[in-house]
């Protein structure tokens, strides 16, 4: 097989991976494999996994294989509340920084409102410590 010929199929199967999805960013080859015998609260799963490293989806099966012989994984939802944080260096006065962010409080949830709308309808928004 020839350079040329690689070079066209490869062309045409990116063409044909292009037309699966709208906006595609990008197209990947790598293995595409399962790791079973996870028992997940006494449910059995097979975890797809993508990666050219035969031996981390060998090792996930055995772990997954090893627990479940001893009952499976079990799990628990603590919270589902979601923490994010804004980090920036400040070498000013911190609680300049804080009476600043204190005033700006409404002017930032008013401009986010059309993005927490659908999740302040759930129970959920965001919150402010």
């Not at 994010?84 to 401009?111: C, M, P, R």
């Amino acid at each position: 097989m020839s350079l040329l010929h690689i070079g066209t199929t490869m062309s045409s199967l990116k063409k044909q991976f292009e037309g699966f999805s709208e906006n595609t960013l990008t197209n990947f080859h790598l293995p595409f494999g399962v790791a079973p015998n996870f028992l997940i609260n006494g449910k059995e799963y097979c975890v797809p996994m993508v990666t050219e490293e035969s031996s981390v989806v060998a090792a996930a099966s055995n772990a997954a294989k090893f627990w479940m012989d001893r009952g499976g994984i079990k799990t628990t939802v603590i919270s589902t509340t979601k923490i994010g944080q804004v980090h920036f260096f400040y070498k000013g006065d911190k609680n300049k920084l804080i009476a600043y962010f204190s005033q700006l409080k409404a002017t930032l949830l008013e401009g986010v409102k059309a993005l927490t709308a659908n999740m302040e309808k759930l129970g959920g928004g965001i919150t402010w410590s």
